[in-house]
């Protein structure tokens, strides 16, 4: 019972018998302590699954988010022609064990679920203050006044990041590391060091868990768009907040192990 509203025993009892089908089906013995363990967790899944889209139905119910008939048949004949047509849609059918209202609702509450995380992730901010930077690793504190002694006499920090720095991934391009927004480096000392200096100029030696650096900013926007994989991970990030909420705010009832 999810606040209220039952889920089915022989709904789950389905769901787990398709997912035990499949599992056998890929060669897992389901009778040795692994495989009792895996069918284990497996039903933990499903019915955790199944717990979470009754929240997302009671959500967008609550919110006024609807698919309109238009919108999913539209989808259902879109999906039947991408996947080749309908004689290998019914052939799909026959050998998922599924019902054509089987994959219908399924399809529905995909289209639903993705309009409710469209609405829960709209205030995902889509820019953000940014730096660009570049920077040269070395191994010893010593090693790194060396550069800085290097760079104040004017030598080219591309070429000496390219000679000397540890990091391969950035040493090719001269130590660049692109615009980025604060939170996205894996050392939050270069990071701070980047956001901290003004456009053109070299920061001291900066120590991180990698070794010691030394940190050149050339450019800084207010508001630059964000990265495609940060932006999407952040929208994953605030849904996945919100589903939580969901659940703690939620009576739910467990009637199966």
Same mark, same amino acid.
């Not at 009792?36 to 699954?49: N, Y």
């Not at 070429?159 to 927004?181: H, R, V, Y």
């Not at 920061?203 to 990265?227: M, N, T």
């Given at each position: 019972?999810?606040?209220?509203?039952?889920?089915?025993?022989?709904?789950?009892?389905?769901?787990?018998?398709?997912?035990?089908?499949?599992?056998?089906?890929?060669?897992?013995?389901?009778?040795?302590?692994?495989?009792?363990?895996?069918?284990?967790?497996?039903?933990?899944?499903?019915?955790?699954?199944?717990?979470?889209?009754?929240?997302?139905?009671?959500?967008?119910?609550?919110?006024?988010?609807?698919?309109?008939?238009?919108?999913?048949?539209?989808?259902?004949?879109?999906?039947?022609?991408?996947?080749?047509?309908?004689?290998?849609?019914?052939?799909?059918?026959?050998?998922?064990?599924?019902?054509?209202?089987?994959?219908?609702?399924?399809?529905?509450?995909?289209?639903?679920?993705?309009?409710?995380?469209?609405?829960?992730?709209?205030?995902?901010?889509?820019?953000?203050?940014?730096?660009?930077?570049?920077?040269?690793?070395?191994?010893?504190? @010593? @090693?790194?006044?060396?550069?800085?002694?290097?760079?104040?006499?004017?030598?080219?920090?591309?070429?000496?990041?390219?000679?000397?720095?540890?990091?391969?991934?950035?040493?090719?391009?001269?130590?660049?590391?692109?615009?980025?927004?604060?939170?996205?480096?894996?050392?939050?000392?270069? @990071?701070?060091?980047?956001?901290?200096?003004?456009?053109?100029?070299?920061?001291?030696?900066?120590?991180?868990?990698?070794?010691?650096?030394?940190?050149?900013?050339?450019?800084?926007?207010?508001?630059?768009?964000?990265?495609?994989?940060?932006?999407?991970?952040?929208?994953? @990030?605030?849904?996945?907040?919100?589903?939580?909420?969901?659940?703690?705010?939620?009576?739910?009832?467990?009637?199966?192990?």
């Amino acid at each position: 019972m999810v606040n209220g509203q039952p889920i089915l025993l022989a709904d789950y009892q389905e769901e787990t018998a398709r997912f035990e089908a499949a599992m056998a089906g890929q060669g897992f013995d389901l009778e040795s302590e692994d495989g009792k363990a895996m069918l284990a967790q497996m039903r933990r899944q499903v019915l955790d699954s199944m717990i979470e889209r009754v929240l997302i139905e009671q959500a967008a119910a609550q919110e006024g988010v609807t698919i309109s008939e238009q919108e999913l048949e539209a989808a259902i004949r879109d999906t039947i022609g991408e996947g080749g047509g309908q004689a290998t849609f019914e052939e799909w059918l026959r050998t998922s064990g599924l019902t054509y209202e089987d994959f219908r609702e399924e399809l529905r509450f995909q289209l639903l679920a993705q309009a409710v995380f469209e609405w829960i992730t709209a205030s995902v901010p889509t820019t953000g203050e940014q730096v660009h930077a570049r920077h040269i690793l070395v191994g010893a504190e @010593e @090693e790194a006044r060396a550069v800085l002694t290097r760079l104040q006499a004017g030598e080219d920090f591309a070429s000496l990041a390219s000679e000397l720095s540890q990091d391969q991934n950035t040493k090719e391009a001269g130590g660049d590391l692109g615009f980025f927004p604060r939170g996205q480096l894996i050392s939050p000392e270069v @990071e701070e060091a980047a956001f901290a200096l003004p456009p053109g100029q070299i920061s001291d030696v900066v120590r991180s868990q990698f070794g010691y650096h030394v940190v050149q900013v050339l450019e800084k926007a207010p508001d630059r768009p964000l990265p495609t994989e940060l932006l999407n991970a952040m929208r994953e @990030e605030a849904f996945a907040r919100w589903m939580q909420e969901q659940r703690d705010r939620a009576t739910i009832e467990r009637f199966v192990d």
